[in-house]
C-alpha cells in the first residue's frame, strides 16, 4: 500500500511539473488548527456553515473517521478547506488565466470575486512579487491584483452585512489560505539581479542541489512538513499538522493581534531579504543547504513562528470580521 501510495504521487507530480505552491499542506493546516484554536464559539459555528457550501466539502467530510465528535469533525473540516486554493491547481475544470503559466496576472478576470462559479486558478493571488535587489538592478513593479489585495477585497466581503453567505464561503476558504501565504517570506518578494531582471519567482528560479528540495521555493515551503500535495488522504496530513500545532507555545504577543495585512507581508520581505537570502545562498547557483546546518535550523524556527503568528492573526481577523 505505502509503494502504491509513493508511485501514486509520483505519477500525479510528473502530471503537473509546473505547480508551486505556499507553505505544504502541512504548513498550511498547521496554521488553520492554530486558528481554530483561538476561534470564538460565535466564529466556530459561521465558519461551519459557510464550509458546507464549498464544492468539495463532501469530499473532505468522507475522509472524517466515523465516530468522530462534533467538535473535532468541524476542526478537521476547517483544516482540510485551508489547502482548497492549492487544490483546484491540479483540478482538470480549473483552468489558469494570465501568462506566465497563470503566475502574471492579465485582464479584467484577474481581480473577480464572483465566487465559485470562478473556474480560474488565479496562482497570481498567492503572493506578493515586491521586488529588492543585492547588485542594484532596476526593480520592476509589483504586480497587481495578488495577495495585499486580495485578502484586503475578502475580508471586506467576510466583513459586510449585505454580501451573500456563497461568496462569503469561497473568500472564506482564500482567505484561510493567503493568511498562510503571506507569512512565508518567498511569497512576499522576489529578488531581482542581473541573472533575473524580472525576479527570480520568490526563490523558485535558485536551485539547490542535495536532499533539500529542488529549489529554495519549496525548501521554504515544506519546512514545516512535506507531504504530497495530490494524494487523496487529507486526514493523515490534518493528523500532522495538529501534533505540529499542539507542539507550538501559544503566541500572546503584541505581534500575534496585529491584525494589519501590510505589516505581514512586510515582515516576510524583510524575513527574505535578510534571512532566507543569506549564505551559503548567493546571487550563483546551484546551493546545497546541508541539514541541521545553522542555515537549516534558522530557517525551521523562523518558519515555525511564522506558522504560528498566522494562526493567532488569521483566528483575530475571524472572530472580529466574520459576519
Same mark, same amino acid.
Given at each position: ?94 483552468? /489558469?488565466? $494570465?501568462? !506566465?503559466?497563470?503566475?502574471?496576472? *492579465?485582464? =479584467? %478576470? +484577474? ?6 462559479? @470562478? &473556474? ?79 525576479? /527570480?519567482? $520568490?526563490? !523558485?528560479?535558485?536551485?539547490?542541489? *542535495?536532499? =533539500? %528540495? +529542488? ?6 515551503? @515544506? &519546512? ?100
Amino acid at each position: 500500500m505505502k509503494l502504491l501510495r509513493l508511485l501514486t504521487c509520483i505519477l500525479v507530480f510528473s502530471m503537473f511539473p509546473a505547480l508551486s505552491f505556499a507553505w505544504g499542506p502541512i504548513g498550511h493546516m498547521t496554521v488553520a488548527y492554530v486558528a481554530y484554536e483561538r476561534l470564538s464559539p460565535a466564529a466556530k459555528a459561521r465558519v461551519r456553515d459557510l464550509l458546507k457550501m464549498n464544492p468539495d466539502y463532501a469530499s473532505w467530510e468522507r475522509q472524517i473517521p466515523a465516530g468522530t465528535s462534533a467538535d473535532d469533525h468541524d476542526r478537521a473540516i476547517f483544516i482540510m478547506a485551508s489547502v482548497w486554493p492549492d487544490d483546484i491547481k491540479g483540478e482538470s475544470n480549473y483552468s /489558469d488565466d $494570465g501568462s !506566465n503559466g497563470g503566475n502574471t496576472p *492579465g485582464g =479584467a %478576470a +484577474s481581480s473577480q470575486n464572483l465566487g465559485y462559479g @470562478d &473556474l480560474l486558478r488565479h496562482k497570481y493571488w498567492h503572493f506578493v512579487d515586491d521586488a529588492f535587489s543585492p547588485d542594484n538592478s532596476p526593480l520592476p513593479p509589483t504586480p497587481v491584483p495578488n495577495a495585499r489585495t486580495q485578502i484586503a477585497v475578502f475580508r471586506t466581503v467576510l466583513n459586510s452585512a449585505s454580501s451573500d453567505d456563497p461568496l462569503k464561503s469561497y473568500d472564506l476558504v482564500w482567505l484561510i489560505h493567503l493568511v498562510g501565504d503571506v507569512h512565508q517570506p518567498l511569497h512576499a518578494t522576489t529578488r531581482v539581479t542581473a541573472k533575473f531582471p524580472q525576479g /527570480d519567482a $520568490g526563490g !523558485n528560479s535558485v536551485k539547490l542541489f *542535495g536532499d =533539500a %528540495a +529542488s529549489n529554495l521555493h519549496t525548501y521554504w515551503d @515544506d &519546512l514545516p512538513g512535506s507531504e504530497c500535495k495530490y494524494c487523496a488522504d487529507k486526514m493523515q496530513c490534518v493528523n500532522r499538522a495538529i501534533v505540529l500545532g499542539r507542539s507550538l507555545r501559544p503566541d500572546a504577543t503584541k505581534a500575534a493581534r496585529n491584525l494589519d495585512a501590510d505589516t505581514w507581508i512586510h515582515e516576510s520581505f524583510l524575513a527574505a531579504e535578510k534571512e532566507v537570502y543569506a549564505g551559503p545562498i548567493g546571487t550563483a547557483d546551484p546551493y546545497t543547504i546541508i541539514p541541521n546546518s545553522q542555515y537549516d535550523l534558522k530557517a525551521y524556527k523562523l518558519a515555525v513562528k511564522r506558522v504560528r503568528l498566522a494562526g493567532a492573526r488569521l483566528a483575530g481577523v475571524l472572530n472580529s470580521e466574520l459576519k
